[in-house]
C-alpha cells in the first residue's frame, strides 16, 4: 500500500523534510498558504527574509545529503552566491577584540540573500524528487491524542480533510502545533523564552566599484558591556549588492530611517561599517524586524505525544537571527527525520517521538549558543544568568580572547558554533590549557585588512573630489 505524508510549510524545513520523506513515502504534498515566487523573490510569510542569513557548512551538508541530486551548492554559486572560510575570509570585531585571519582557510560558509537560498532550495527538490506544493492551510490536525491520521485545510474558502501517514509541521515561529494538539487532548508542552529586545534593520547597497572582493565584515554586540547590544554586519551578496543588517537590543534599537541607518553603523565599537556604506548607492528602504526573540517548544518532553506528526524548523525553536543557525538547523533537524526513517519507516511505533528527540538534540546547541549570549543583554527577559553560567561564561569568555590569537583555539570554537561538533569539545585538556594560558599574540589594533581592502576603504571614506 502506497504511503502519504503531508508537510505543513513550504519554508527551508519543510521542503528539506519533503525531500527526507519522498525517499521512503510515495506521495509527499507540500501545504502552502503564501504564493510562492517562480524567482528569488521576497515573500509574506518569511518575515526574516529580508535580512541577513548564512548557511554553516553542518547545513549545507545536510542540504546535500537530502538532494544529492540537487546540486545546491553549485547552483547557489552560479548564481553569485558567495563561500568564505569562517577563519580567513571574514572581518570580525567580537567581545573580546578583531579575530585575525589565518592562512588555513577552514570551516567555508555560504553568503547569500535568502531568496536565492529559499528558491535554489525549493527548486532542487522539485526539480529531483516526487514532491509537490499545494496552495492550502492547515487548520488543524485529524486524529486522537494517540495516532494523527492528517489534518484539516482550508482551501478558497471551503474546508477539507488530507489524510497522511504523517505530518510534519514546518510552519515556522507562527506554528499552531499547541493548539492543535490541545483539541486533541495533549496539552502542558513546556516551553522557553530569551527576549533581549533585538530590533534588526536591514537595507541594500549597490556594492561600490572597486570594493567587489571585500569580505564579510561584521562588527558583534559585546553582552558583557553593561549597555544595550548593538552590532552591524556587512554581507556581498548575488547582483553586485551589499545586504547591511543592524542590531540593538532593548534601548539601543535602530530606527527606519534612512538616516539614521548610517549613523548608527559609524556609532559602533568601531565604525568600519558605517564607512564602508557612507557614501555607497542604497536600493532599499530599510525594513525592520522586530521577530528576533529566542523562543523554544520542548515538544520532546511532553508527557503523552501521539504517533503521526512531528515539528521541525522554527516550529520547533527559533533563536536571536545574528548568530546565523537557523537556516542550518532548519537542514539538520530534516536530515535528522530521513535517518529515523531509514532505520524503521514511516509507520514503525514510536518513529514521531523518537524523530522529536532527534530534533531536539540537533536544536540544544543552538539554543544554548544563543541563549547564553542574550541572558546577558540589560533588560533580557526571560532568563538571568544563574551561578553556573557565570563560571562557564567567565571560561568562554577567556577562551574567545585566546581565540583572537590561537589558530588552534578559534579552529576548535569554530566547529562548535558551526553546528559540527559538540561543546564538550571546548572542555578538553590541550584546550583548557591552552585557554588558562591566555594570549599568544597581541591584540591587534584594527580590522584585519589586506593592502588592497585598506586602499578600498580609505578611497569609499575619502572626501569626494
Known amino acids: 500500500m502506497s504511503r502519504s505524508a503531508v508537510v505543513i510549510g513550504a519554508s527551508m524545513a519543510g521542503m528539506l523534510a519533503a525531500a527526507a520523506l519522498s525517499r521512503v513515502v510515495g506521495t509527499v504534498t507540500v501545504l502552502e498558504r503564501d504564493h510562492l515566487p517562480t524567482s528569488p523573490q521576497a515573500r509574506k510569510g518569511l518575515p526574516q527574509g529580508r535580512h541577513a542569513h548564512i548557511l554553516l557548512p ?21 548564481a553569485g552566491a558567495r563561500e568564505m572560510a569562517l577563519t580567513s575570509g571574514l572581518v570580525t570585531l567580537g567581545p573580546e577584540g578583531w579575530y585575525r585571519r589565518w592562512r588555513h582557510a577552514s570551516y567555508p560558509l555560504i553568503v547569500c540573500s535568502r531568496d536565492l537560498m529559499d528558491a535554489t532550495v525549493r527548486d532542487a527538490v522539485l526539480g529531483s524528487t516526487g514532491v509537490q506544493i499545494r496552495p492550502a492551510q492547515a487548520i488543524g490536525l485529524l ?27 514546518a510552519s515556522g515561529r507562527g506554528s499552531r502545533l499547541e493548539h492543535w494538539l490541545a483539541e486533541l487532548g495533549i496539552a502542558g508542552v513546556p516551553t522557553d523564552e530569551v527576549d533581549s529586545g533585538l530590533v534588526y534593520a536591514s537595507r541594500i547597497y549597490r556594492t561600490p566599484e572597486g570594493a567587489e572582493a571585500f569580505p564579510l565584515t561584521q562588527v558583534t554586540a559585546d553582552p558583557f558591556a553593561a549597555q544595550p547590544g548593538r552590532s552591524a554586519l556587512l554581507m556581498p551578496i548575488e547582483g553586485g549588492r551589499w545586504l547591511v543588517s543592524l542590531g540593538g537590543t532593548r534601548g539601543g534599537e535602530p530606527t527606519a530611517d534612512s538616516e539614521d541607518f548610517v549613523r548608527f553603523a559609524l556609532g559602533l565599537r568601531h565604525p568600519i561599517i558605517g564607512r564602508l556604506i557612507s557614501r555607497a548607492e542604497p536600493l532599499t528602504d530599510v525594513t525592520l524586524s522586530r521577530s528576533t526573540r529566542n523562543e523554544r517548544r520542548y515538544f520532546e518532553k511532553a508527557k503523552v505525544w501521539p504517533e503521526g506528526v512531528v515539528a521541525l524548523g522554527d516550529a520547533v525553536a527559533t533563536y536571536n537571527p545574528v548568530y546565523g543557525q537557523g537556516m542550518s538547523v532548519a537542514a539538520l533537524g530534516a536530515q535528522a527525520l530521513s535517518r529515523e526513517l531509514a532505520k524503521t519507516g514511516i509507520t514503525a511505533p514510536g518513529l514521531s517521538r523518537r524523530v522529536q528527540r532527534a530534533a531536539a538534540r540537533v536544536v540544544n546547541a543552538a539554543w544554548t549558543m544563543s541563549t547564553s549570549q542574550d541572558q546577558w543583554f540589560p533588560g533580557v527577559r526571560g532568563k538571568s544568568p544563574t551561578a553556573a553560567d557565570r563560571i562557564l561564561t567567565g571560561y568562554t569568555r577567556r577562551m574567545t580572547r585566546v581565540a583572537t590569537s590561537s589558530y588552534r583555539v578559534t579552529a576548535a570554537m569554530c566547529r562548535v558554533t558551526t553546528l559540527q561538533g559538540d561543546a564538550l569539545r571546548l572542555l578538553h585538556p590541550a584546550l583548557l590549557l591552552a585557554t588558562l594560558n591566555g594570549p599568544v599574540l597581541p591584540p591587534l589594533s584594527g580590522p584585519p585588512l589586506t593592502a588592497e581592502e585598506r586602499a578600498v576603504l580609505r578611497s569609499l571614506t575619502a572626501p569626494p573630489a
Open 58 to 78: 553542518s547545513g549545507r551538508d545536510a542540504i546535500e545529503d537530502l538532494v544529492p541530486d540537487g546540486g545546491v551548492r553549485k547552483r547557489l554559486l552560479a
Open 143 to 169: 486524529g486522537t491524542a494517540q495516532r494523527v491520521t492528517g489534518v484539516r485545510v482550508a482551501v478558497d474558502g471551503q474546508e477539507e480533510d488530507l489524510f497522511a501517514d504523517l505530518v510534519v509541521d
